[in-house]
T-cell receptor, first 115, second 113 residues
Framework: DTAVSQTPKYLVTQMGNDKSIKCEQNLGHDTMYWYKQDSKKFLKIMFSYNNKELIINETVPNRFSPKSPDKAHLNLHINSLELGDSAVYFCASALQGASSYNEQFFGPGTRLTVL | GEDVEQSLFLSVREGDSSVINCTYT??????LYWYKQEPGAGLQLLTY?????DMKQDQRLTVLLNKKDKHLSLRIADTQTGDSAIYFCAEIPGGTSYGKLTFGQGTILTVHP
């Protein structure tokens, strides 16, 4: 019974390619997030959607485009991949108002390697 | 600012206590968090503390918050080899909504038998 799942788990691709990472949550949450973890383990938020609306959009290149077809899914499409995009990408979800402390549930991550 | 800083490495022997320290800059954060990341896995919320508390205890975990110095610590009593992981301090800066978590760099805890 996976709560937050991501596909693929590993993605190896050439520079210049376009790729997508998918995320799904079965927790009934209304808010989903994408985080990037670099090679030094530093984690930074990229995007967040609440009820399919973009609510957090950090300074990321416009080659990155999130899409939320419904509340349970948040996909990340990356155009013209660059070496610096190599990282682990984590999806997370939360239910606004469910608790005062806003616990986020993370997926297992997608390790992207750009050659 | 939204900087959260942690020491990068901590090594302890099994059975000892571990203390992981964190400093943050946004005094208006309502909650402060500790997340745990095991090798090859996603993050999991370990514990959190409300900003008007000084201390929170949860089984082997003790969180201390010094708001004046903007210092947060996590103490793990009787550390076990299964506690080896990366521990992230995090906050949601005041004035932000929808859980915009800001993380520290993470502390790699290594527990030796």
């Amino acid at each position: 019974d996976t709560a937050v799942s991501q596909t693929p788990k590993y993605l190896v691709t050439q520079m210049g390619n376009d790729k997508s990472i998918k995320c799904e949550q079965n927790l009934g949450h209304d808010t989903m997030y994408w985080y990037k973890q670099d090679s030094k383990k530093f984690l930074k938020i990229m995007f967040s959607y609440n009820n399919k609306e973009l609510i957090i959009n950090e300074t990321v290149p416009n080659r990155f485009s999130p899409k939320s077809p419904d509340k349970a899914h948040l996909n990340l499409h990356i155009n013209s991949l660059e070496l610096g995009d190599s990282a682990v990408y984590f999806c997370a979800s939360a239910l606004q108002g469910a608790s005062s402390y806003n616990e986020q549930f993370f997926g297992p991550g997608t390790r992207l390697t750009v050659l | 600012g939204e900087d959260v800083e942690q020491s990068l490495f901590l090594s302890v022997r099994e059975g000892d206590s571990s203390v992981i320290n964190c400093t943050y800059t946004d005094s208006s954060s309502t909650y402060l968090y500790w997340y745990k990341q095991e090798p090859g896995a996603g993050l999991q919320l370990l514990t959190y503390i409300f900003s008007n508390m000084d201390m929170k205890q949860d089984q082997r975990l003790t969180v201390l918050l010094n708001k004046k110095d903007k210092h947060l610590s996590l103490r793990i009593a009787d550390t076990q080899t299964g506690d080896s992981a990366i521990y992230f301090c995090a906050e949601i800066p005041g004035g932000t909504s929808y859980g915009k978590l800001t993380f520290g760099q993470g502390t790699i805890l290594t527990v030796h038998p």
